[in-house]
């Protein structure tokens, strides 16, 4: 049912509908797990193995799923693979699974997962659904070490543990604390959205903006104030 | 008693769910621009993590022992059910309040705090009552957040936003004033103690 190209389907997911950036899904991890850079590409390995793995399995089974509990199967495969990973990580790398604490398994409840079963891998066949996994994938990683690259730079002045800024850097302490994960995501979406925003103006009008009731715009106003 | 109560504090306010622990950050900010479904999203929460905090402490109780690694499957099947059989519930006694909560009840089952909830009650290994405790503190900081968060945006609707920070931008900014305000009853209890 694809008349897009591979790469369509790739980057659609890396760029154009970013699971984080643009999309505002999977905020749990992104927020949570990003206070160093090591803490963010484990987390994204291990989302990237289950977002794969489910779309895969998906697409292969949903001929054999009733549509009434669909969701249901893509929550239970969806856990099965997270209950993989947990296992896996917990033998391989018990101190990262340590670090990442209960967000491994809440990788079950991310809703980017569940959304591409439910949008992409229910109706297409596998190659495609791989392909836009590992999309998704790739967008949500570079959202990650965005977030983790920035908070991990400023909060403590290093990248990937190397001392990166001068020995007198003071760090700012708040940026690897809860607040700094929500000061750095609002940055970067208004990043986003100037970036959007960006060519607007020449194509058309600004949109006005919606005022509640009784209240004027700036640009009605001003008028007045002048005279 | 001492404990339940120190159990509730430390879930409402120190470790506040949405500000502390970043989980069930997709209501927090998808339902949090007015304030009286903001309270019904709470109040929904609340009840659902009460029932979760119940069941999950027979299943750790009785069925874990036997079969550990079926522990994220059977707390997530747990949950989506018994998000299900409250929803028919209230359908079925009470249309107004049915109506009201609306789709806030299916979305309940992918709110990763109930989930994370269940783990955090398991890895702390709380019994019973003090499973309760937990849930009912830990929906009461939940619903505190939420409102906050609900009438600080109510009153920005008429304050004039740079345009690239009119969505999400400046909902993540009042996020981080608010998360930073709670760091402040960091103290609260080790004082007390």
Redesign the interface.
Known sequence: MTDRTGREVFLRGVWEENPVLVQILGLCPTLAVTNSVENAIAMALATAFVIVGSSALVSLVKDYIPSQVRMSAYILIIATFVTVVDLIMGAVAPAMSKALGAFVPLIVVNCMILGRAEAFASKNRLLPSILDAVGTAAGFSIALLLMGGVRELLGSGTFLGLQVMPHNWEPWVIMILPPGGFLTLGAILMGMSWWWQRGEKKDEAVKPRRWPHGVRAPEERRPEMVA | MGDLTRIFVSAALINNFV????????PF?GVSKKVPTALRMGGAVTFVMVLTASAVSFLNAWVLPVAP?L???SY??VI?SLVQIVEMVVKKTSPALFRALGIYLPLI????AI??LA??QY?RGYGFFEGLAFALGAGAGFTLALVLMASIRQRS??A?VP???????????I???L??AF?GFAGLLSAGA
Request: aromatic share 14%; with cysteine.
């Open positions: 500000l502390a622990y970043f989980v069930g950050l997709c900010f690694y522990r994220l499957i997530i099947v989506a089952t992918t709110n990763c989930l994370y783990l955090f890895a609707e008429t004039s345009a690239i920070a009119r969505e999400m931008g400046l909902a993540m900014i996020a981080a004033s998360s930073m760091m």
